[in-house]
Nanobody, 120 residues
Framework: VQLQASGGGLVQAGNSLRLSCAVSGRTISSYVMGWFRQAPGKERDFVAAIRWSAGTYYADSVKGRFTISRDNAKNTVYLQLNSLKPEDTAVYFC???????????????WGQGTQVTVSS
């Protein structure tokens, strides 16, 4: 299973970005798909996850601003980032595992990460 994250960039606070995670090698309907982020010098933190049935979970820090979705036909997961803040600056990673978890160590497959930088 290979994951390819894209869509990061440099934006001003208050603006939006949409991240994509294209999966190859296996259908994403087999997995819970998650997004994590890691700022310099910090641990990799949970951002959001989505089940095959489209049940979703969010970190409190992004609830109401970020939206995770999946397109099983395209084998792709998305993370819509709205109302971005400077503290959202990080490398964002997509990941996959068989069951739901908020722990990065529980995930089996990882994308390479995409940089999101939010200027004030």
């Amino acid at each position: 299973v290979q994951l390819q994250a894209s869509g990061g960039g440099l934006v001003q606070a208050g603006n939006s970005l949409r991240l994509s995670c294209a999966v190859s090698g296996r259908t994403i309907s087999s997995y819970v798909m998650g997004w994590f982020r890691q700022a310099p010098g910090k641990e990799r933190d949970f951002v959001a996850a989505i089940r095959w049935s489209a049940g979703t979970y969010y970190a409190d820090s992004v609830k109401g601003r970020f939206t995770i979705s999946r397109d099983n036909a395209k084998n792709t997961v998305y993370l819509q980032l709205n109302s971005l803040k400077p503290e959202d600056t990080a490398v964002y990673f997509c990941a996959a595992r068989a069951g739901y978890s908020m722990k990065a160590d529980d995930y089996d497959y990882w994308g390479q990460g995409t940089q999101v930088t939010v200027s004030s």
